[in-house]
């Protein structure tokens, strides 16, 4: 029995170390978004970073130009950085598992 404590309590602690220990850390859990990129241009090569509430989630698959996570209900800002645009940036309230949420990032080239 205390072995199983004792990993019950390594297992939370590790737990909340990978997702940043917080209540405002990005929370794994049963919401589905896709978040989508596209660009006002034809250069644009698939891949941007996806950064939720400040934290680094992914890049997005060059073929199909997404990101796929599961999170927790509650309201996300998204924010979305590709070299050569400009930063893209939406808030959205995801509302349970039963709700598929898509986001459509359309980025725009930085002109100098």
Not at 84 to 104: D, F, H
Request: aromatic share 10%.
């Amino acid at each position: 029995m205390k072995n199983v404590f004792v990993a019950l309590v390594l297992f939370v602690g590790l737990s909340n170390f990978m997702c940043g220990g917080s209540s405002h850390s990005v929370k794994l859990g049963e919401c589905p978004l896709t978040i989508t990129v596209k660009a006002d241009d034809n250069g644009f090569d698939g891949y941007a970073n996806v950064f939720i509430d400040g934290k680094f989630i992914g890049t997005t698959d060059p073929e199909s130009m997404t990101l796929r996570i599961t999170l927790k209900k509650g309201e996300y800002t998204i924010i979305v950085i590709a070299e050569g645009y400009k930063p893209w940036k939406t808030k959205v309230l995801l509302l349970g598992e039963s709700y598929q949420q898509n986001v459509l990032a359309r980025l725009k080239i930085v002109t100098q």
